[in-house]
């Protein structure tokens, strides 16, 4: 059974940079798509990316601007979410699921981790 697990999280200054991981154990999820998503106790989960079982196709949710870039290692069974100019709205807990990728868009998955705290200082 394939567990997956977010890296990366953490506090950063407004203005600062991360990247996130997403690594599969148990498994590969090489033939799955992949896709990011974060919450925070006054918003219900919201979707922010997702990639396709090969990479090469990417989809970013029209709420969200050019600061959020995922990408997919297959050989190391890893997806990234990299996230530039920080600001304090972005602070939430970010995870990482894998399905179909017209589920994901729509803030569903098959496989969940457990999730990352990102916390943003003024």
């Known amino acids: 059974q394939v567990q997956l697990t977010e890296f990366g999280g953490g506090l950063v200054q407004a203005g600062g940079s991360l990247r996130l991981s997403c690594s599969a154990s148990?498994?590969?999820?090489?033939?799955?798509?992949v896709g990011w998503f974060r919450r925070t106790p006054w918003k219900e989960r919201e979707f922010i990316s997702a990639?396709?079982?090969?990479?090469?196709?990417?989809y970013y949710s029209d709420s969200l601007n050019a600061r959020f870039t995922i990408s997919r290692d297959i050989a190391k069974n890893t997806v990234y979410l990299e996230i530039t100019n920080l600001k304090p709205e972005d602070a939430a807990v970010y995870y990482c699921?894998?399905?179909?990728?017209?589920?994901?868009?729509?803030?569903?998955?098959?496989?969940w981790g457990q999730g990352t705290q990102v916390t943003v200082s003024s």
């Open positions: 699921a894998a399905g179909q990728m017209r589920d994901l868009i729509r803030t569903n998955g098959d496989y």
């Open positions: 148990g498994g590969t999820f090489s033939s799955e798509a």
């Open positions: 990639i396709n079982l090969n990479g090469g196709y990417k």
